[in-house]
């Protein structure tokens, strides 16, 4: 008996990077799902790959510098 399937949308971790031909929003213009998801909330700031959705070192180096900026505003 088959008990449970999981389909993962990001195999080993890796940040979704925004594809033309599927993410018409990011064509437009328009904000991204991760541009909404790293808006500070309080003190609290996101700050990895993910939050910029390229999976490498330099984006996530980019976003905690991004993060602690955000942090100095408030």
């Given at each position: 008996?088959?008990?449970?399937?999981?389909?993962?949308?990001?195999?080993?971790?890796?940040?979704?990077?925004?594809?033309?031909?599927?993410?018409?929003?990011?064509?437009?213009g328009?904000?991204?799902?991760?541009?909404?998801?790293?808006?500070?909330?309080?003190?609290?700031?996101?700050?990895?790959?993910?939050?910029?959705a390229?999976?490498?070192?330099d984006?996530?180096?980019?976003?905690?510098?991004?993060?602690?900026?955000?942090?100095?505003?408030?």
């Open positions: 008996d088959i008990l449970e399937i999981t389909v993962n949308r990001w195999p080993h971790g890796y940040a979704y990077e925004y594809n033309s031909l599927y993410d018409q929003f990011w064509l437009d328009g904000e991204t799902p991760c541009q909404v998801a790293r808006k500070p909330f309080g003190r609290i700031a996101i700050a990895n790959a993910d939050a910029d390229y999976a490498n070192t984006c996530a180096i980019d976003q905690g510098h991004r993060a602690v900026q955000d942090l100095k505003k408030k």
